[in-house]
């Protein structure tokens, strides 16, 4: 079982609806918690990072963390063509056999379309 | 542009073939960080260095090897190539020598085994 599960997709949405994408993980040692965005033959950017439990939101984008339930989401809101990309969530913890090491989900392809 | 730079950006080349890949971080970037993507495995880390000494070992297969220079730009060395080692490979840089998650990506090195 992978340390990072997230739902590949593809996932298809009318421009202006509200996205969410979601990932569960299993290692109680995450507590750093990101969402990377990767454009085709592009690298990954970092467009989200949280600490912990909790949200955080960034103009229309907004994510949320639930360590009780190891579970995280990113929430896009008015979604726009440039949206269109692959998103992956990432976590990594302060020390032990997680130190130092990002761990990613498989990636969500996004699609808005106009 | 994440300002960490990745050659080559193509690479085809045979089986049993040796294959070096070169990145160099942003300035002043102490960390480098070598990940794996692939359509199956999504991305996985390989290896992290910071200041020129190993810190953390992922993935990575025996037939892999990597360095960090003094001058801090890095190399990914894979030899005897197989089928299963194309594979998109990416660097990416950060100043923390312990991650906290916030990595800056290159576009990448395509690699192509015949």
């Known amino acids: 079982q992978k340390e990072v599960e997230q739902d590949p997709g593809p996932l298809s949405v009318p421009e202006g609806a509200i996205v969410s994408l979601n990932c569960t993980y299993s290692n109680s040692a995450f507590q750093y918690f990101m969402w990377y965005r990767q454009y085709s033959r592009k690298g990954p950017e970092l467009l989200m990072y949280t600490y912990s439990s909790g949200n955080k939101e960034d103009g229309r984008f907004t994510a949320q963390v639930d360590k009780s339930s190891k579970y995280i989401s990113l929430f896009i809101r008015d979604s726009q063509p440039s949206d269109s990309a692959t998103y992956l969530c990432?976590?990594?913890?302060?020390?032990?056999?997680?130190?130092?090491?990002?761990?990613f989900g498989q990636g969500t392809i996004l699609t808005v379309h106009p | 542009d994440s300002g960490v730079t990745q050659t080559p950006k193509h690479l085809i080349t045979a089986t049993g073939q040796r294959v070096t890949l070169r990145c160099s971080p942003r300035?002043?970037?102490?960390?480098v960080y070598w990940y794996q993507q692939s359509l199956d495995q999504g991305l996985q880390f390989l290896i992290h260095y910071y200041n020129g000494e190993e810190r953390a070992k992922g993935n990575i297969l025996e037939r892999f090897s990597a360095q960090q220079f003094p001058d801090l730009h890095s190399e990914l060395n894979l030899s005897s190539l197989e089928l299963g080692d194309s594979a998109l490979y990416f660097c990416?840089?950060?100043?923390?020598?312990?991650?906290?998650?916030?990595?800056?990506f290159g576009e990448g090195s395509r690699l192509t085994v015949l």
């Open positions: 300035s002043g970037d102490l960390s």
């Open positions: 990432a976590m990594i913890g302060a020390g032990g056999t997680s130190y130092g090491k990002l761990t």
């Open positions: 990416a840089s950060s100043m923390r020598q312990g991650s906290t998650g916030e990595l800056f």
